[in-house]
């Protein structure tokens, strides 16, 4: 079976890479394009290790195929960050040690900021349901929703006309 | 709510940092298990058995071989025989006969997912394509996957080498019952029999897996002088190394182990299934290769906690005290011998009460299921939760508080726990009086809403610990140690070296280094790497502080005797020579500043916990919601209480996704119908409410900054939390775990 090649933008960035037809995007990802922060837990949907922002929705990238990005905007847990200037949400699950082992924390942080991008001041339970989506065995979530709607509040003051 | 109990304050211990690798982690550069890439690494699969109980007749693997792009198979007949003895590996010591086993199945394959054959190629998909052409000639067996089915005549028997363990004949006949074990103190039957209320029931609970989210991961490397490297994911890489070692025959030096960043293990990730094979697969092709389990694999192949059957009679007498008990618990050991969880689960039962006759008695089973391993306090969820619902039980019968009924049996200093150790500073006393006096304890609840107290302990642990301090040129620290970092650990070593050499956190950097760039460290878990590592990293700088007094003395010309060691300076007098400036000098004071502590420490002490669950029954659909949830417990001192208070919490939610949802399904072919994350539900965020986490503090007198293990100790109480809870919103006593919507439903209409 002959590969394909695939031109996307990822993270602002335009990108080629050949795939299989049947690769998902996570693979080329993680394979191709040396993006290894969006993370496989599952391979199924379940668990949100692997989430990306796909022209402006969130999507599990395990789901979606690689060719499917053709033409398309990805953004990934590599491009939240602005240079060294981390994104409110990164800051805020360090400073709440909203993390342990970091293994689901790319999903989260990528997910988190999907939600605050569309709603500022979501409530603890929009929290917790736009995130149900995303597994973490480590936290219990307590830490992890605390950090989420700080990052809320501070995104608020920050766009608060002077 | 903190209330130590000495008044020693600290400038960094007790404090919030941010931790040293968090900023890799929230930005997606941190390299886990399946990130790391080896230049001209092959992919390798793993072909799985279908079958939960077969013979392997035969092997064919000539077409995968001839296939394009394989360059290398194995199979069970690569491996080396006569692998024996046993390695630490983490919380429990490993068989390597039947590690080696479990990597590879030789002529018996024991659980569906039992590994059979590997392929290393040149992509991924070109080695699935090979597994395909493996033919592997079965006879399939009766199996057996049942604890009771398992010990009943004439059923399947898995072992044909494996006779009961501990009894008191050795037996003559095979036996799926590989282990019995016993503690008896007192007199149990006479206690019970004077008892004025006995509680006899019986419990069930289902086997439940660790659920790490990151999946199995290795890269290996073997090399034609006979040296090899890996690369991969583990709570303790200094046992993979001992283990793959131990399994090929290879020499423990020959390899080096390179820890990668961890993504959860909770005990789960202290033992191989993968490096061994893909050493194998490495020698063969001479090339580096890698293999990673998917999610499937990972549930019907990797180790599961042990499901259990246990039947309890705990006695007491009017004014709530404790007289007796006997307790009988079966463990579902999976496929093979060497689980270690009936012993852990007779120490822990009765660990934190005084009951002065008690007969406990544990067996491990073996049946037709992946061998368990290893989760967060292995063996003591299953039996407290017998425990503390019988304390429940006779709490009612008596009218008598719960909490008070636990205070009045619960171990003070000076007492001796389950494993007979006589114990110092525990906290367990004060950690009941705070959960009494919680607000939570005294609020009021809904409509069909009650409310569970839960406590439990776990041992914890010292073990073989090294450090490394060392000064850099312009005097910044270097931290080297040998335990990965599974939630913050570096942080918590940075702020203790920190600490203890009077500087800033900034000013350190901590380094989990591979097998061959420091001394053994035990891995991370039994709840041992704050405490024990943490002492190791705590006694190479007070070494190093030694060495500096000394260099000041010199560059002073005076007697280091005179020189005081005062926030992160030489001082003599009014003379002050920071770590920069003996740094600066240290080529001519006799040369680079560094030592290492290796230590195997005891001093530990067990943790405790209380718990207070409510929860919310929906009678129409016997659907459970927790609404409010309070852990406390004795840490000893927390030197970062962020990732103290996420031990706690994680812990607890592990314990409620037991309690409530998680359990492995197989169904009549002895396949497991549940191995994906759909299926087997864990805990998601919109699942649970805020779990509020109380530290209660009693230093450890044994460790520098008082520390005592934390990290097992939560997920033993709140299964029997949760269940107290159902009990007290309901009226029924529901013995089986977990309490599923459709449990309490049937329940709850028998009861109508
Ligand atoms: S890896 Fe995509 S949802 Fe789990
Ligand atoms: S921090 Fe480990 S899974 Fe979330």
Known sequence: MSKLLVSTTVNGDAQEFLCDPGATLLEALREQLGLTGSKEGCGSGDCGACTVVLDGNMVCSCLVLAAEAEGRQVATIEGVAEGSMLHPVQQKFLEHGALQCGFCTPGFIVAAKALLDHNPAPSESEVRYWLAGNLCRCTGYDKIVRA???????LRQERMPA | MNAPSDQKTFRLVGTRPIRPDGIEKVTGKAIYGPDFVAPGMLHGAVLRSPHPHARIRGIDTRRAEA????????????????????????????????????????????????????????????????????????????????????????????????????????????????????????DAEQALGAAVEVYTGRFTLQPVHQGYIEPHACVASWQADGQGQIWCSTQGHFSVRAMTAGILGMSIASIRVMPLEI??????????????????????????????????????????????????????????????????????????????????????????????DANVVGWNVLTNMPTVHAYRAPGAPQTYFA??????????????????????????????????????????????????????????????????IACGSWGNYGGPSTAAVSLAEDGSILVTEGNPDIGGSRAAMAMMAAETLGIAYEKVRVTV???????????????????????????????????????????????????????????????RLSIAEIAAKSGMTGGPISAEAAI???????????????????????????????????????????YVEGQIQGGAVQGIGWALNEAYVYDREGHLDNAGFLDYRMPVASDMPMIEAVMIEVPNPDHPYGVKGVGETPIVPPLAAVANAVRDATGLRIGDLPLSPDRIYARLQAAE
């Not at chain 2, 042990?306 to 008990?325: C, F, N």
């Not at chain 2, 049996?409 to 500073?425: E, F, I, K, Q, S």
């Open chain 2, 67 to 186: 296939l394009a792009g394989v360059k290398a198979v194995v199979t069970g007949a690569d491996f080396p025989g006569g692998a024996e003895g046993t390695v630490a590996g983490g919380e429990t010591p490993t068989d390597l006969k039947y590690a080696s086993i479990k990597c590879m199945a030789r002529d018996k394959v024991f659980f569906e997912g039992h590994a059979v054959a590997a392929v290393a190629a040149t992509s991924a998909a070109v080695a699935e394509e090979a597994l395909k052409l493996i033919a592997v000639d079965y006879e399939v067996l009766p199996h057996v996957t049942d604890i009771e089915e398992a010990l009943r005549p004439g059923g399947p028997i898995l072992h044909d080498d494996v006779f009961t363990q501990g009894l008191a004949e050795t037996p003559t006949t095979p036996s799926n019952a590989s282990l019995r074990f016993a503690m008896t103190r007192g």
């Open chain 1, 148 to 154: 989420v709607m700080d990052a809320a509040a501070q």
């Open chain 2, 387 to 452: 425990v503390e619902c019988a304390i429940d039980e006779l709490a009612r019968r008596l009218g008598i508080d719960p909490i008070d009924m636990r205070l009045r049996n619960v171990l003070r200093p000076g007492d001796t726990d389950g494993r007979g150790m006589t114990l110092g500073a525990i906290g367990y006393a004060e950690t009941l009086e705070a959960t009494k006096a919680h607000p939570h304890y005294a609020a009021p609840l809904g409509p069909n809403q009650g409310r569970g």
């Open chain 2, 513 to 575: 280094a591979d097998t061959s760039s420091i001394g053994y460290s035990m891995g991370t878990g039994g709840s041992r790497t704050t405490f024990a590592t943490g002492m190791a990293v705590v006694q190479a700088a007070e070494a190093v502080i030694e060495i500096m007094k000394q260099r000041a003395a010199q560059m002073l010309g005076a007697d280091a005797a005179g020189i005081e060691w005062r926030d992160g300076a030489a001082v003599l007098g009014e003379q």
């Open chain 2, 600 to 642: 195997h420490p005891g001093g530990f002490l067990p943790g405790f916990g209380a718990h207070i669950c409510d929860l919310e029954i929906d009678p129409e659909t016997g659907h459970t919601t927790v609404v409010r949830y309070t852990a406390l417990q004795d840490v000893g001192r927390a030197i970062h209480p962020d």
């Open chain 2, 263 to 356: 993504g959860g293990g909770f005990g789960g990730k202290t033992t191989v299934y993968l490096e061994p094979v893909a050493m194998l697969l490495s020698r063969k092709a001479g090339r580096p290769v890698r293999l990673a389990m998917q999610r499937g694999d990972i549930f019907r192949a990797s180790g599961p906690a042990p499901g259990a059957v246990i039947d309890i009679r705990l006695g007491a007498l009017a004014d709530g005290t404790l007289s007796g008990a006997d307790i009988e618990f079966k463990y579902n050991g999976g496929g093979l011998p060497g689980a270690y969880e009936v012993y852990s689960g007779v120490m822990s039962t009765l660990s934190c009460y005084r009951v002065p």
